[in-house]
């Protein structure tokens, strides 16, 4: 493959190549559609995509939307050469330079994380996370006797908070605190109700408190919200840090599988 590259803005004559590097066809071509009706609308600036090119073919494609909060998800092709990857991660860098806290996101499922390239371009390795998916279909619901619902101003539940560093948590919307309890002290809190899409829940294990860890009770509170969930979800998306290898074991013990690994990467 040719070194030489470009580095552009999308245009709306250019809108095809947002959705040149799907690996489905027809969904890319689904994509486009909404894509251009969007912009037609003037609901979507084709600018904010930036395109790597090289010897007419995209190499790479990023979105670097308005919110500050969104880490940057690049897409890019396995063979792109390194000096061009580099660029293409640098000129990323530079476009959000102005709000400091922004992050670069490379999901194995989407990217060969290429970390050289990335340190290369002035990303700062920050984290990696796991992220699995529990079927939650036909999953039977065995309740675990040490587990209530619960409210954060309850006896004990304001001092588990504070203990496991979350004093001001509170219930988002359609969200329940758990809480599980021996001869009726506070041993660990989690909670669960929506998730960010349709027929998913939400499950937040807030955790275990210091003294507690080790003997199993994140599991058995994990395996509860789980079951609570599973009456009315189909399944629930969930992710850790990758180093946290108690979590992970709670979380394949559960039935979840892997779906990716994620690296962040902060700005110098």
């Known amino acids: 493959m040719s070194t030489a590259f470009t580095l552009q803005a999308a245009t709306p004559d250019t809108l095809a190549d947002i959705h040149a590097l799907h690996s489905d066809p027809v969904e890319a071509a689904r994509r486009l559609t909404v894509t251009q009706e969007r912009v037609r609308a003037g609901q979507l600036d084709p600018a904010r995509f930036l395109l790597l090119r090289a010897g007419g073919a995209v190499l790479g494609v990023c979105f670097v939307g308005p919110n500050a909060r969104v ?11 390194a000096g061009a990857l580099t660029a293409f991660l640098r000129e990323l860098r530079r476009r959000v330079s102005d709000t400091p806290d922004r992050q670069l996101l490379l999901d194995d499922t989407l990217v ?3 970390p050289e390239e990335a340190v290369q371009a002035g990303w700062v ?14 999953r039977p619901h065995a309740p675990d006797p040490d587990v209530t619902p619960v409210h954060p101003d309850d006896p004990g539940i304001p001092e588990a908070l504070r203990d496991l560093g979350h004093p001001d948590w509170e219930a ?26 349709p027929g ?12 507690q860890r080790g003997r ?48 962040y990467y902060r700005q110098r």
């Open 71 to 81: 880490p940057l998800f690049p897409t890019y092709r396995a063979d792109t050469p």
């Open 112 to 114: 060969t994380p290429r």
């Open 125 to 138: 390795p920050d984290s990696q996370q796991v992220i699995y998916r529990t079927d939650l279909r036909g």
């Open 172 to 197: 988002a919307e359609g969200w329940t605190l758990h809480a599980l309890r021996r001869e009726g002290q506070v041993l660990a809190l989690g909670a669960t109700g929506p998730g960010g899409r």
């Open 200 to 211: 998913e829940a939400g499950l937040g294990l807030i955790g275990v408190r210091p003294a």
């Open 216 to 263: 199993g009770y994140g599991a058995r509170l994990h395996a509860h919200l789980l079951g609570v969930a599973a009456q009315t979800f189909a399944a629930h998306t969930g992710g850790t840090d990758a180093g946290n290898h108690a979590m992970r074991r709670t979380f394949e013990r559960s039935g979840s599988v892997l779906l990716s690994t994620q690296q």
